[in-house]
């Protein structure tokens, strides 16, 4: 089932068995990780609770902060991979994702704390991680935001990268609150207030 | 120098002297962190830097997690003082107070590292705290947007909690995404965007 032949991470020394153990530890890790939360994970108490040898653990990542990155780049792209039809609208794109975040706090805490982490200076390696992902968030939601922008969908004295950093802003923020106080707060229903601003192509729309 | 008979966060033991001594201490905890960001700042380190011994930083607060929440309500309180005139509009309140952040990112850090700490269960008096300055923030501002319904300024249909919770996430995700890319982002420029649904009321506005 994954017998690829590349690895992420660490290109030089991965063989298939070798990074298909990397893939099970971290599946491992981020079901650890969704149902239990992240505090001060340590590459010592995430290998005890998922049954891995601290020698082993350190094979595959070299700290902490790699298999906290790792862990999340292998659950975004997971969860990518199964809503490809979302694609075309920047506002309805973050309300998937949300949602699908909703059965998985404790990834959103992981997220909050790589976050964090990546203001820091000590997490070099964190902190490329989220600025990458950032940037490149930004540039996909831009680009669509653009095309909406020429089908006249979206006003066009709107700045596409700012209304893209906007939207990012948003989600990240509405699953902090929505995770601290769930009752009020309904990520879905405050982010579709920006649709109004940037209505995705009807036609495009996963959701009805 | 630390005679102090009491410390606020303890109503009950608070003496003027006291008082005094707690609160030079969180504004030196506000410079330091201002100046060098937060990581794993421990009350002992935080003692250090700023002079105290960790006996007398102990009487005033009985935990890291206590003197952290301290240090952000006092930042808060000083800055929220100066800005009274931005009343009256939901999103130019979130613009003004994200720029005067702007020139301190140690404070920006502390208050992501108080919202992470506060998604884990860990850290209970984290979390009272983040929690009711949403939900205090939340009212507030959807008490502006109601008033700007009832001008006739704001679309009646947009749920004013709803929104509010969407500024604030909006807010709050931007700076971070600034902190890490000052370049490109502009916490200013974005959050205006969201104006065009919840414009202030102009005769109300600081900002010309």
Redesign the interface.
């Known amino acids: 089932m994954t017998e690829q032949a590349g690895g992420a991470g660490h290109e030089r020394r991965s063989y298939p068995k070798g990074v298909r153990r990397r893939r099970q530890i971290l599946e491992s890790a981020i079901g650890l990780f969704g149902q239990r939360?992240?505090?001060r994970a340590s590459l010592r108490s995430v290998g005890e609770a998922i049954g891995v040898s601290h020698t082993a653990l350190r094979h595959y990542f070299s700290s902490r902060d790699e298999l906290l990155v790792e862990v999340y780049r292998t659950h975004e792209a997971l969860s990518f991979s199964d809503t490809q039809a979302a694609a075309g609208a920047a506002v309805g794109e973050m309300v998937e994702a949300a949602e699908r975040n909703r059965s998985i706090p404790g990834l959103?805490?992981l997220y909050?704390?790589l976050?964090?982490d990546?203001?820091?200076?000590?997490h070099a390696v964190t902190?490329e991680f989220?600025?990458d992902r950032?940037?490149s968030l930004?540039e996909m939601l831009a680009a669509r935001i653009e095309s909406g922008q020429r089908a006249g969908r979206i006003?066009p004295d709107?700045?596409p990268?700012?209304?893209a950093?906007?939207v990012?802003?948003?989600?990240?923020?509405?699953q902090?609150?929505w995770?601290?106080?769930p009752g009020?707060?309904?990520v879905g229903?405050?982010?579709s207030?920006?649709e109004?601003?940037l209505p995705g192509d009807p036609g495009f729309s996963a959701r009805a």
């Open positions: 939360g992240v505090d959103v805490e909050a704390t976050t964090t990546a203001l820091q200076e000590e902190r989220v600025r950032f940037r930004r006003a709107i700045d990268g700012d209304a950093a906007l990012i802003a948003a989600s990240d923020g509405l902090i609150q995770l601290l106080d009020p707060v309904d229903r405050s982010l207030i920006l109004r601003l």
